[in-house]
Nanobody, 126 residues
Framework: QVQLVESGGGLVQAGGSLRLSCAASGRTFTSYGMGWFRKARGKEREFVAA????????SYADSVKGRFTISRDNAKNTVYLQMNSLKPEDTAVYYCAADRSGSRWYEGDERYYDYWGQGTQVTVSS
């Protein structure tokens, strides 16, 4: 079992930046693929970005490519989401998730993620 705690959300103007963090408990963090998802009001939860166990491979939704960067620090059991050039349509609750198998993270499918954080609100004003 792993617990995930997100932080770093907030209110920002369009064009601004935020960095989300997700701290994981436990000693098996390096065996998990990690991902970020988001859920906007009235919409389904959607994939944002994911990263391999080593951090050497990443995957992004088309809507955030070139603007968002996912990274991880395995020594700190933490995964990050750097969000630049934010748009009002990025407004959502952002969730961190862990793929226990470490092998399905890249598919961007929430069914392959076993553990979830509580979410952090990101609001982008126009």
């Amino acid at each position: 079992q792993v617990q995930l705690v997100e932080s770093g959300g907030g209110l920002v103007q369009a064009g601004g930046s935020l960095r989300l963090s997700c701290a994981a408990s436990g000693r098996t963090f390096t065996s998990y693929g990690m991902g970020w998802f988001r859920k906007a009001r009235g919409k389904e939860r959607e994939f944002v970005a994911a990263i391999s166990r080593s951090g050497l491979s990443t995957s992004y939704a088309d809507s955030v490519k070139g603007r968002f960067t996912i990274s991880r620090d395995n020594a700190k059991n933490t995964v990050y989401l750097q969000m630049n050039s934010l748009k009002p349509e990025d407004t959502a609750v952002y969730y961190c998730a862990a793929d226990r198998s470490g092998s399905r993270w890249y598919e961007g499918d929430e069914r392959y993620y076993d553990y979830w954080g509580q979410g952090t609100q990101v609001t982008v004003s126009s």
